[in-house]
């Protein structure tokens, strides 16, 4: 008899797991997406975007495209999962399913920094972002600070990302004499759960690049009438823009959903992103894993919601073959490229579940490293659409 695979949210994850069911299940079974939104747009490519180098109709692609693989798409806003009686309840009515795969991402809450909203564009936001790309335009100097509210950050490089390629953009409008340049995170050294080379590597290029970098700092709040920043230590400093990653948490229908959470986040097991709840999965930021090593939350990326979701697909399909599932996930992710420049990258690798310490590589820049970047944009909207 036909199953449902129920798969929630359109993002990497859910993207990918339904690519690999319309792929490798039998036509009898049914697949369902659920998303609150009909378009799915590369957030990897907001950096970009923010300085006007991508133009939005080029990071974008509409979720009802994968319909003509047989995915049914229907777009609602999952408001609640009952999920003992295998129910996911939407603004359009309730759901069944068979197999559950939760890939919701992280839901943001900027209401937790006073006087974010009113003060800082959001780099998680496409509208912000997109509002921020017309300031930068006309924007010749005065002072941008970007922050990091809270830890885990989604997308862990992308504040490095975005500060590299200010630099980049005003250098080349030959402003940057003008323009003071600051990151403020409240991690101990960048990209602190990396290793002590890429961490003091990425130290030294913002150093050589003049933009100031301020570690073990956390912002407590913004006042729009002054335009200034206050810290933990209750230093005040004044700017001109401000680019929030705004405080990131696991998503407010986990609650009371009788599945198991780590501090918001839903628990799995870290190899086959099981969930408590028989037949329910959850992938990629949503998911409440944490490193091995030193039990910190292992990176959010997309390179990883892509592995996890495609381990659970192919597991899942296997299963409705009548075969033991064998496919697991392991924390590894190759290919990666953090943005240094409009036209330079660094490809690197992760190994996170790693027992000593995790593992990451930065290859030095390259222009090559932005062209794999482009390439992926590129990969990412045709292959899985
Ligand atoms: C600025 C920025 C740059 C980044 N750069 C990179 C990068 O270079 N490389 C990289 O690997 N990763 C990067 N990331 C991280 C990457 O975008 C995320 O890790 C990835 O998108 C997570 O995938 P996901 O499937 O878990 O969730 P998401 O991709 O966030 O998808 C969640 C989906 O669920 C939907 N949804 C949420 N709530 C509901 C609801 N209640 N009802 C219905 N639908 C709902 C949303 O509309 C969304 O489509 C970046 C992130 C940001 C913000």
Redesign the pocket.
Known sequence: MGKRILI?????????SSNIFAKSIMKEHEVVL????DT?I??????YIMINVRKPHQIRAE?SSLQKMGVKFVQ????GLDLSNLLVE?DIGSFTYDYLII?????EHSEKVPGLIETAFN??DYES?LDLSQVLERFEQGHIITFISELPV?????PY??VFLLDSFFRRRKQRQNIELTLITPEEIPLQNSNPKVSNSIAADLKKRGINLLVNSQVVSLDPRANSIELQDGSIIVADIFIA?PPQQG?A?LKNSSLELDEGWVKVDPHTLKTNLENVYA?????AIRMPSNRDWAP???????YQ?EVVARNIALELAGKKPMFRYRGK?AG????TDISLGRIGSFDYFAIERPKVTLLRPTRLGHWV?MAFEKYWLTRWF
Do not use: Q, W
């Open positions: 929630l949210g359109a993002g990497v994850g859910g993207i990918v659920i998303d609150k939104n799915h590369f957030r990897a490519s907001y950096p979720i609602a806003e999952v408001l939407t890939a919701l991402g992280a839901e780099l998680c972002v989604i997308g862990t490089v992308a990302e975005i990653i998503p229908v992938v990629g930021d949503i998911t959010k990326l997309g390179v990883f919601a892509h979701a992710a990666f490229v953090m943005a970047k």
